[in-house]
C-alpha cells in the first residue's frame, strides 16, 4: 500500500495532476477486486494510473486507450519508466476497440463524450464487467442507472470509496455476469 501512495503522489505531482487521476481510494478498492477476479482480457479506457495499476496487477492480455495522442505517449513513458508492459496503447476511436474483454476501466474523455462513447460501446460490452470512473457526476450515475433500470443490467455503486471530491466508482455489468466485490 505505502508504494502505491508514493507512486501515486509522485504520478500526480510529475505526469498529472492531483485530482485528475482516478483516486487513490478507488485504485486501492480496484486492486482488491482484481485480486478476488481472475480475468484473461482487460481494457482501460483514459490511459494513465490505471494503466499503470492493471499492468502491475494483473498477468493477462490488457489494452489501454485515449483520445490524446500526446497523453497515451506520457502513458507510455511512466509505464517503460516502472518497466511495465507498453503492448497495445491505441489511440481511441470507436472502430478501433477489440472485443471480448471481461473487464474494463472506463475514465475516457470527460463530460459528454464519457457518456455517449461508452453508450456507443456498450454492445461490444455485453459480457464485460465495466468500472465507470467519477460516478458524482450525475451525468455518469445517470447513465448506470438507466442501464440498470431499461436495459436490465446490474450496477454495483462503491461509494465506500469516495475520495474528498466526492468521487467514487460503480460495477455496471449484464445481469448474469459474475464477480466478486
Known sequence: ????????KFYCKN???YGHPMSLESIYWIIDFLSKN?????ADFGSGFSS???RKFCDCEIYSYDTDGQWLKKTVDYLKMKNLSTDNMILYEI??????FDFIIWDLGNKDFRRSEFLKNIENLENTICLIDDC???RYITMCRNLRDKKG???????EVKDEFG??????????????L
Open 52 to 54: 499503470y495499476i492493471i
Open 15 to 17: 505526469i498529472s495532476k
Open 153 to 159: 443490467y446490474q450496477l454495483e455503486e462503491i461509494k
Open 95 to 100: 472502430g478501433k476497440v477489440e472485443k471480448d
Open 167 to 180: 468521487r467514487y466508482v460503480s460495477i455496471v455489468a449484464k445481469s448474469g455476469l459474475e464477480y466478486i
Open 1 to 8: 500500500k505505502d508504494e502505491i501512495e508514493s507512486d501515486y
Open 38 to 42: 481472475k480475468f484473461n482480457k482487460i
Open 136 to 138: 458524482h457526476d450525475n
